[in-house]
Structure formats: structure tokens, C-alpha cells
């Protein structure tokens, strides 16, 4: 069973840069990959951003592009989200999600539900 820890969200106002981390926990995080999903008042859970098990390739939604960096430190379990030039827009609770390494179909890594596994979230607040 994995576990994920999310942390480093708070209230910051808008053009702050905040970081969030990802520690998990149990499994084979360096076969996994890593996604972020963010949900704001009303509104369903949206992707934000996908890293995948090497970090080589990583990619964001067009909302968050330029803005957002997806990472991870495979030695430390941990993925990260860099996130600069905040906007109230992206106030939201913040995921993050793992999922299994096997055979996904084309742009599932965009689709959560295609994770197995999630946090319990961290609260971003951007005030403007």
C-alpha cells in the first residue's frame, strides 16, 4: 500500500511562488508515476501536472504552463510542485496521486482516474 503525504500549501498573495512536496511511502515510488490534481470550491478535481518515473518527461495543463514545475527526488520518495507566479485562480486543494507501472492507454496520465493512489490533500489560498 502507498501512502502520500502532501505539504507546503498556505495562504500567499498573488505573484508569491510556493512549493509543494510529495513524501511517499510503501511500494516502488521510482516505478511510479506522479501526477498533481487541484479541486477549488464547486468545482470538480482538474490535472495539473504529470511527471513520470524517471522524471525525464513531465507535463503541465495549459492553465498552470510556464508557471508550474513538476519534480521528483526518487532517493528521497518525494515529488515536488514549483509553483510561481500564483493566481487567485489557482487557489484549490492540491493532490497528489500515484499509480501503478503497467500498460496505460494514450493521455490516461492526464485522467485521475488512471491513479491508485492519493493524498489527503494541502490547501493553496492566493489572495489577490
Known amino acids: 500500500q502507498v501512502q502520500l503525504v502532501e505539504s507546503g500549501g498556505g495562504l500567499v498573495q498573488a505573484g508569491a511562488s510556493l512549493r509543494l512536496s510529495c513524501a511517499a511511502s510503501?511500494?516502488?515510488?521510482?516505478?511510479?508515476?506522479l501526477g498533481w490534481f487541484r479541486q477549488a470550491p464547486g468545482k470538480e478535481r482538474e490535472f495539473v501536472a504529470t511527471i513520470d518515473w524517471s522524471g525525464a518527461n513531465t507535463y503541465c495543463a495549459d492553465s498552470v504552463k510556464g508557471r508550474f514545475n513538476i519534480s521528483r527526488d526518487n532517493a528521497k520518495n518525494t515529488v515536488f510542485l514549483q509553483m510561481n507566479s500564483l493566481k487567485p485562480e489557482d487557489t484549490a486543494v492540491y493532490y497528489c496521486?500515484?499509480?501503478?507501472?503497467?500498460?496505460?492507454?494514450?493521455?490516461?496520465?492526464?485522467?485521475?482516474?488512471?491513479?491508485?493512489?492519493w493524498g489527503q490533500g494541502t490547501q493553496v489560498t492566493v489572495s489577490s
Open positions: 510503501g511500494g516502488t515510488f521510482s516505478s511510479y508515476r
Open positions: 496521486a500515484a499509480r501503478s507501472p503497467k500498460t496505460y492507454p494514450y493521455g490516461s496520465e492526464l485522467k485521475q482516474g488512471s491513479y491508485n493512489w
